[in-house]
């Protein structure tokens, strides 16, 4: 369940504040991001927060999702806050992979999806998981289509994509969300940060 939990919390858009710098790096982990000059950076407080406005067809899971979900490594959005349509967001988290060690980062991936179409409204797998590669390494990725709901019933029509990249006894999971018809922000812009990181190799 808590990786469920963390896959929620990195798809939906959310709306948070911004610093000055472009550039995101955690030496610890050896992971390097920059965003765009018009993007934001936020806190995982806000984001927590904005989890909390999301209608889920699954309301314990909702409940659950919002107690135990952790703090990403690094939240990025286009616009500040306040926003008034879904505002294209990218994420990332780290986490070990405890009982999933050796497992192919698709098959992850495909675990997932029978709880996506559970919880999300309208939920499309618009591509199955494949092979993908992210800062130089081996990774996998799937975008799935569905209807964000927020409780005064507004529906905003969802494209997220996921990323799941390998690192030793961990792996990196990247999260990103956009208007299927990309009026508020483009998908080719989630293109340009995944290009912009930098992932130290497991030594």
Same mark, same amino acid.
């Given at each position: ?8 919390? @990195? ?5 948070? %504040?911004?610093?000055?710098? &472009?550039?995101?790096? &955690?030496? *610890? ?5 920059? $965003? ?6 936020? *806190? ?12 889920? &067809?699954?309301?314990?899971?909702k409940e659950f999702m919002v107690?135990?979900?952790?703090? !990403?490594?690094?939240?990025?959005? $286009? ?6 349509? @879904?505002? !294209? ?11 999933? +060690?050796?497992?192919?980062? +698709? ?6 999806? !029978? ?31 569905? &209807? ?6 507004? #529906? %905003? ?20 969300? #956009?208007r299927q018809d990309e009026k ?7 293109? +340009?940060? @995944? ?9």
């Open positions: 369940m808590k990786y469920y939990t963390l896959v929620f919390y @990195l798809l939906l858009s959310t709306a948070i %504040f911004s610093e000055t710098s &472009n550039d995101f790096e &955690n030496i *610890t982990v050896g992971f390097k991001v920059s $965003k765009p000059a018009d993007w934001h950076f936020g *806190t995982a407080a806000q984001n927590r927060e904005n989890l909390k406005r999301v209608e889920l &067809n699954d309301k314990k899971f107690k135990y979900s952790t703090a !990403p490594l690094v939240i990025m959005t $286009k616009y500040a806050i306040p926003y008034d349509d @879904l505002n !294209p967001s990218f994420k990332v988290s780290i986490k070990p992979f405890g009982n999933l +060690k050796d497992t192919d980062a +698709k098959q992850i991936l495909w675990l997932f999806i !029978p709880q996506f179409e559970k919880v999300f409204k309208d939920f499309k797998l618009d591509q199955k998981p494949m092979d993908a590669k992210i800062g130089g390494l081996k990774a996998a990725y799937l975008r799935i289509h569905y &209807n964000l709901v927020i409780p005064d019933g507004t #529906t %905003f029509p969802t494209t997220s994509e996921l990323w799941i990249v390998p690192r030793g006894d961990y792996f990196f999971m990247i999260g990103a969300g #956009t508020t922000g483009t998908r080719a812009e989630i293109k +340009k940060i @995944l290009s912009s990181i930098v992932i130290q190799a497991d030594k």
